[in-house]
Nanobody, 129 residues
Framework: QVQLEESGGGQVQPGGSLRLSCTASGRAFTDYSMGWFRQAPGKEREAVAF??????????HYSDSVKGRFTVSRDSAKNTMYLQMTRLKPEDTADYYCAARAGRIILSAVWDPSSYSYWGQGTLVTVSS
């Protein structure tokens, strides 16, 4: 059983930066596809950034709303995935969730929350002056 735990959320001013972490326990996730979703109050869960495992290779994917500002990465030795967020905007305010699934995932499924088997509890990011 894989357990995910996010950390690093908080309040930051517009234009600032934060780094979120997602630490996995239960097994090593070197061959897992993983990513980040977010959900703002009253809105649907939104896909943000992903590392897709495909036959030993990794591919990175970002939503248009965060491309160029957010960077997803993974440290396999620490079993931890990161989301480096820069140039934050008030519309980035949301609960951020990490998600994971074993093995390959087709590109079209990367953005679908139902593609992921494991979820963290979420960490709140508030961008406000």
């Amino acid at each position: 059983q894989v357990q995910l735990e996010e950390s690093g959320g908080g309040q930051v001013q517009p234009g600032g930066s934060l780094r979120l972490s997602c630490t996995a326990s239960g097994r090593a996730f070197t061959d897992y596809s993983m990513g980040w979703f977010r959900q703002a109050p009253g809105k649907e869960r939104e896909a943000v950034a992903f590392i897709r495992y495909s036959g030993g290779n990794k591919a990175y994917h970002y939503s248009d709303s965060v491309k160029g500002r957010f960077t997803v990465s993974r440290d396999s030795a620490k079993n931890t995935m990161y989301l480096q967020m820069t140039r934050l905007k008030p519309e980035d305010t949301a609960d951020y969730y990490c998600a994971a699934r074993a093995g390959r995932i087709i590109l079209s499924a990367v953005w679908d929350p139902s593609s992921y088997s494991y979820w963290g509890q979420g960490t709140l990011v508030t961008v406000s002056s």
